[in-house]
């Protein structure tokens, strides 16, 4: 796997990294043992950039990323994680907090769960509307200033927020959103961070998994899966949007790849600075991930798909009405 930078600071990452929320988190029940076996392979493969949060469990997945950080030296896996929210005893969300107290909390805990002494990418997950964003990025640079993290990102933010924390410190990534169906931050964010070099890190790339041409229904989903909820899975915005799949499928079997990897790699041709981060807890999906990052197409299959972009709005908000709140609009 080839590398990318994200920002000017000189993270290097693979150019595809892993996302590994729905191995502990959101996406149906979880297997440890499953996801052990594909962080592992991915290890082979060279997908060392692995991204995670406190939120995913809460706790649990940085406590599996932990699991493989004891059988390899630290060195080889870029870790990102992130903090945002304050959680009562049972694990439940209380309320956003990234108070400079709470941030100097939220890592010390991740730090314990994954079993380093720093980690290399730490995001705010989360705008907090009730902590200036420079108290919260003045509190990370007291951090990376003391060895425990390495590099500092923002979560679904918009410009403005990105310039105000950049003039404190300088951002290394941004992450958002951002597949064939959810292409508002290349409008929105991109003039921003490259003015200023910062990095994008890409998550959901295949549509919540909806663009690998693998899911037909929200019956294809566990029945705890939180697609459920998600207004662009609910039945007729998903028979809407399963329409414009169905042309990426046509489009990718034409070409002998999956519709899965034509997605990743569009996502990948967008620029040098945009590493995507799919998830998955199968081997298979992980290697035909990775083939993604290898696809060579003739500019005329690039146009097609172009085209068909041209004339496909998504239908559903991205997330539901109560997490939609979460989402910086801020110019």
Same mark, same amino acid.
């Given at each position: 796997?080839?590398?990318r930078?994200?920002?000017r600071q000189?993270?290097?990452v693979?150019?595809?990294g892993?996302?590994c929320?729905?191995m502990?988190f959101?996406?149906g029940r979880?297997d440890?043992?499953?996801s052990?076996r594909?962080?592992?392979?991915a290890?082979e493969?060279g997908?060392n950039?692995w991204?995670?949060?406190e939120?995913?469990g809460p706790?649990?997945n940085e /406590?599996?990323?932990?699991?493989l950080?004891k059988e390899v030296?630290?060195?080889?896996?870029?870790?990102?994680?992130k903090?945002?929210?304050r959680?009562?005893?049972r694990?439940e969300?209380?309320?956003?907090d990234?108070s400079?107290?709470q941030?100097?909390?939220?890592l010390?805990?991740?730090l314990?769960?994954?079993?380093t002494?720093?980690?290399?990418l730490?995001?705010q997950h989360?705008l907090d509307p009730?902590?200036?964003i420079? /108290?919260? $990025? %003045?509190a990370?640079s007291?951090?990376?200033?003391?060895?425990k993290?390495?590099y500092i990102?923002?979560?679904e $933010? %918009?410009? %403005?927020?990105?310039?105000r924390?950049?003039a404190?410190?300088?951002l290394t990534?941004?992450q958002s /959103?951002y597949s064939?169906?959810?292409?508002? $931050?290349k409008?929105k964010?991109?003039p921003?961070?490259?003015?200023?070099?910062?990095?994008?890190?890409a998550?959901?790339?295949?549509g919540?998994?909806?663009?690998?041409?693998?899911?037909?229904?929200?019956?294809d989903?566990d029945?705890t899966?939180?697609?459920r909820?998600?207004?662009?899975f609910?039945p007729?915005?998903?028979?809407?949007?399963?329409s414009? $799949?169905e042309t990426?499928?046509?489009?990718?079997?034409?070409h002998d790849v999956?519709?899965?990897?034509?997605?990743?790699?569009?996502v990948?041709r967008q620029?040098s600075?945009?590493?995507p981060?799919?998830?998955?807890?199968h081997l298979?999906h992980? /290697?035909?991930?990775?083939q993604?990052?290898?696809l060579r197409?003739?500019e005329p299959v690039?146009?097609?798909?172009d085209?068909a972009?041209?004339?496909?709005?998504?239908a559903?908000?991205?997330?539901?009405?109560?997490?939609?709140?979460y989402?910086?609009?801020?110019e």
């Amino acid at each position: 796997m080839y590398k990318r930078k994200l920002g000017r600071q000189g993270l290097e990452v693979s150019a595809l990294g892993l996302g590994c929320m729905g191995m502990s988190f959101a996406y149906g029940r979880s297997d440890d043992e499953c996801s052990v076996r594909v962080l592992r392979r991915a290890l082979e493969l060279g997908i060392n950039f692995w991204d995670s949060a406190e939120l995913y469990g809460p706790f649990a997945n940085e /406590e599996l990323l932990g699991r493989l950080l004891k059988e390899v030296p630290r060195g080889r896996v870029t870790i990102a994680s992130k903090f945002a929210w304050r959680f009562g005893p049972r694990g439940e969300q209380l309320v956003l907090d990234s108070s400079p107290a709470q941030v100097r909390r939220a890592l010390e805990g991740s730090l314990k769960r994954l079993g380093t002494d720093y980690i290399d990418l730490y995001y705010q997950h989360r705008l907090d509307p009730a902590t200036p964003i420079e /108290e919260t $990025v %003045g509190a990370l640079s007291e951090l990376v200033a003391q060895g425990k993290i390495r590099y500092i990102g923002l979560c679904e $933010v %918009g410009p %403005g927020t990105v310039r105000r924390a950049h003039a404190v410190h300088p951002l290394t990534a941004v992450q958002s /959103e951002y597949s064939l169906w959810e292409r508002e $931050v290349k409008r929105k964010l991109f003039p921003t961070l490259r003015e200023l070099g910062i990095g994008f890190v890409a998550y959901s790339p295949m549509g919540r998994g909806v663009l690998s041409g693998k899911i037909r229904s929200a019956d294809d989903l566990d029945d705890t899966d939180w697609r459920r909820r998600n207004p662009r899975f609910q039945p007729e915005n998903l028979s809407h949007n399963l329409s414009f $799949v169905e042309t990426v499928s046509e489009l990718a079997a034409a070409h002998d790849v999956t519709p899965g990897q034509l997605a990743l790699a569009w996502v990948l041709r967008q620029g040098s600075d945009v590493v995507p981060i799919p998830g998955t807890r199968h081997l298979r999906h992980l /290697e035909e991930n990775a083939q993604a990052a290898l696809l060579r197409l003739s500019e005329p299959v690039w146009a097609a798909l172009d085209a068909a972009l041209a004339t496909f709005q998504v239908a559903g908000e991205r997330y539901p009405k109560e997490a939609l709140q979460y989402i910086d609009s801020s110019e």
